[in-house]
């Protein structure tokens, strides 16, 4: 079974610019996470998206935005990019939504924003 | 919502030494107590995890501990070897319908 699979593995972009994020979950899970990844702050929970509906939010500005499609795979939006926006962006599948549900991660998207 | 610490942040041990890592969370409701392991440039991968009804598992070198009451859990690895050598993440979570939290990781090296 093919694991979480996230493009474009690295990406380069200017202030102010906007950016979109792609990742495909595990086949037959429907729980998608987003998280950011930067130095010294681990993983940030950006949000969780659930049968194409978002079910969780973590703490970021309106600028960060996501959708999930009917096949489970997920985008990730980010407008208007400032420079604290240089991290790495992880994304994580689970088959559902139980406490016991266990969370697999793709590669992440490196972004730099310059 | 719930929030996890983890100590310490970098750790380094002699080869064939034990490793332990430390973690606190808030909400003592949660239940589900995961740990990853990041290696340089990868994904991170779960190595063992622990529910609250359980007070310790092992998995060869490795085992975490949950303590409910101070509400803290630890990973420990013994007889360290070189590829131990990586971030450590410890998570919690609350229910099904919240997201995971996680600590801000541990660097640790193992020295050959």
């Known amino acids: 079974k093919a694991g979480v699979t996230q493009t474009p593995r690295y990406l380069i972009k200017t202030r102010g610019q906007q950016v979109t994020l792609s990742c495909s979950p595990i086949s037959g899970h429907r729980s998608v996470s987003w998280y950011q990844q930067t130095p010294g702050q681990g993983l940030q929970f950006l949000f969780e998206?659930?049968?194409?509906?978002?079910?969780n939010k973590g703490n970021f500005p309106g600028r960060f935005s996501g959708r999930q499609f009917s096949n489970s795979r997920s985008e990730m939006n980010v407008s208007t990019l400032e420079l604290g926006d240089s991290a790495l962006y992880l994304c994580?599948?689970?088959?559902?939504?139980?406490?016991?549900?266990?969370?697999?991660f793709g590669s992440g998207t490196q972004l730099s924003v310059l | 919502g719930e929030n996890v610490e983890q100590h310490p942040s970098t750790l380094s041990v002699q080869e064939g030494d034990s490793a332990v890592i430390k973690c606190t969370y808030s909400?003592?409701?949660?239940?589900?107590f995961p740990w990853y392991k990041q290696e340089l440039g990868k994904r991170p991968q779960l190595i063992i995890d622990?529910?609250?009804?359980?007070g310790e598992k092992k998995d060869q070198r490795i085992a975490v501990t949950l303590n409910k009451t101070a509400k803290h859990f630890s990973l420990h690895i013994t007889e360290t070897q070189p590829e131990d050598s990586a971030v450590y993440f410890c998570a919690a979570i609350l229910s099904g319908n919240t997201p995971l939290v996680f600590g801000k990781g541990t660097r640790l090296s193992v020295i050959a």
């Open positions: 994580a599948s689970r088959s559902g939504t139980g406490i016991n549900e266990k969370l697999f």
């Open positions: 622990i529910r609250s009804n359980v």
């Open positions: 998206y659930f049968s194409e509906t978002q079910r």
């Open positions: 909400d003592s409701a949660s239940n589900y």
